[in-house]
Each structure stands twice: as structure tokens, then as C-alpha cells.
T-cell receptor
Framework: SQTIHQWPATLVQPVGSPLSLECTVE??????LYWYRQAAGRGLQLLFY??????ISSEVPQNLSASRPQDRQFILSSKKLLLSDSGFYLC???????????????FGSGTQLSVL | KQEVTQIPAALSVPEGENLVLNCSFT??????LQWFRQDPGKGLTSLLL?????REQTSGRLNASLDKSSGRSTLYIAASQPGDSATYLC???????????FGTGTRLTVIP
């Protein structure tokens, strides 16, 4: 069966510090991978998605970046965190059906990031 | 701009009651619509997925319907239980896109 691992579960970082959140998927090959952010009182916002190794699409301009060094590994990074980067970050995967129209999304357990 | 609205934002019901959660969207070119459950501080669990060609899906005590013409979806929960307490989110995918547009959710509390 497929599983998705996301860590750490919680993170407190000072403004201006770097960030690295990691997500790995097991039990499937060539998944579509996604990073979402959930700010307090707001809906989930898609930050990045990837349809293959080294292929990253950004949905919103920001000081965050994403990388996919391996087929089932997705990393969210920042060189310098801002207060506005605080939120709940969720990694997700879906079966790849070409580049468009994802089917069911399967989410990780999330990382609560507090930037102070 | 795509918008997904969920009403009510919060709902409390006594155990055993049947209830309906509402989701409305502005984009008629949807590919599919999903309902998710989120427990506090946790990730999302997909409950039901309705393709644009379908009108409803059922799983156990849950039934989701989709009316593209009116831009609405409902999640019906029968015989609610305290374990159903969570936030429920709907999200839709546009045809030809790779994004899900999420509502802000309905926080459900089932009182024993």
C-alpha cells in the first residue's frame, strides 16, 4: 500500500532563518507531488506541484522553492523565512495521469511552521 | 477567479442526527470534486470523489452530490457520530489544470 511521510510535524523558526521540509512517498512510482499551505482561517493554497524528477511548477510567487531530487521525494525550502510564511504545510501525492487533472489526492500529516 | 464557499463555517449537532454540508463553486468547467476530512492538526483524508459526469457518490453513511449547473455540491452524513467531528473541506479540479481549489471548510461537532 502507498504511504506518504512528512516531517517534521512542528517547527519553530526565527525570521530570516532557512527552511527545509521533506516529503517522501512509498509504494508507488512516478507520482504527481504537491505542496500546499493552509493559513489560519483560509483555504488550502497550492504552492508547488511536480509531475516528474526535476520538474517543478510554481503556482504563487513567494520566497519559497521546491525540489524533487528523486522520484518519490519532494522538498520545500526557503533561504530566509518571513513572518508570513507561518502556516500548516501539507504534502500530497496523486496517481500520475499525464500532466493534467489529478484524481484523488493523498495527504501527509502536515508540518505546523511558526516563524517568530 | 475561482471561489469555493462552504456554509456553514461551523455546525454542532446532537449524535444520531442526519446533516448536510454545503459547498458552492463559481467555475462550471470542473473535472472532479472531492470532499475531505481534516482532524485538528492533521492532514486531509479524501472521503469521496465525484467526476464531472457523475451526480453522486456514496460511501457508508456518506453521500456526496454534484450539480454542475447550479455550482453546488452537498455532503450528507447519516446518523452522525461523535467520531465524525472534524473539519470537512470540498475542493474541485478544473479540466486541464493541476490544481485543487479548496473551500475554507465546515467545522462539525457531534455532541454525544
Amino acid at each position: 500500500s502507498q504511504t506518504i511521510h512528512q516531517w517534521p510535524a512542528t517547527l519553530v523558526q526565527p525570521v530570516g532563518s532557512p527552511l527545509s521540509l521533506e516529503c517522501t512517498v512509498e509504494g508507488t512510482s512516478n507520482p504527481n507531488l504537491y505542496w500546499y499551505r493552509q493559513a489560519a482561517g483560509r483555504g488550502l493554497q497550492l504552492l508547488f506541484y511536480s509531475v516528474g524528477i526535476g520538474q517543478i511548477s510554481s503556482e504563487v510567487p513567494q520566497n519559497l522553492s521546491a525540489s524533487r531530487p528523486q522520484d518519490r521525494q519532494f522538498i520545500l525550502s526557503s533561504k530566509k523565512l518571513l513572518l508570513s510564511d507561518s502556516g500548516f504545510y501539507l504534502c500530497a501525492w496523486s496517481v500520475s495521469r499525464g500532466q493534467f487533472s489529478p484524481e484523488k489526492l493523498f495527504f501527509g500529516s502536515g508540518t505546523q511552521l511558526s516563524v517568530l | 477567479k475561482q471561489e469555493v464557499t462552504q456554509i456553514p463555517a461551523a455546525l454542532s449537532v446532537p449524535e444520531g442526527e442526519n446533516l448536510v454540508l454545503n459547498c458552492s463553486f463559481t467555475d462550471s468547467a470542473i473535472y472532479n470534486l472531492q470532499w475531505f476530512r481534516q482532524d485538528p492538526g492533521k492532514g486531509l483524508t479524501s472521503l469521496l470523489l465525484i467526476q464531472s459526469s457523475q451526480r453522486e457518490q456514496t460511501s457508508g453513511r456518506l453521500n456526496a452530490s454534484l450539480d454542475k449547473s447550479s455550482g453546488r455540491s452537498t455532503l450528507y452524513i447519516a446518523a452522525s457520530q461523535p467520531g465524525d467531528s472534524a473539519t470537512y473541506l470540498c475542493a474541485f479540479t478544473e479540466t486541464g489544470a493541476n490544481n485543487l481549489f479548496f473551500g475554507t471548510g465546515t467545522r462539525l461537532t457531534v455532541i454525544p
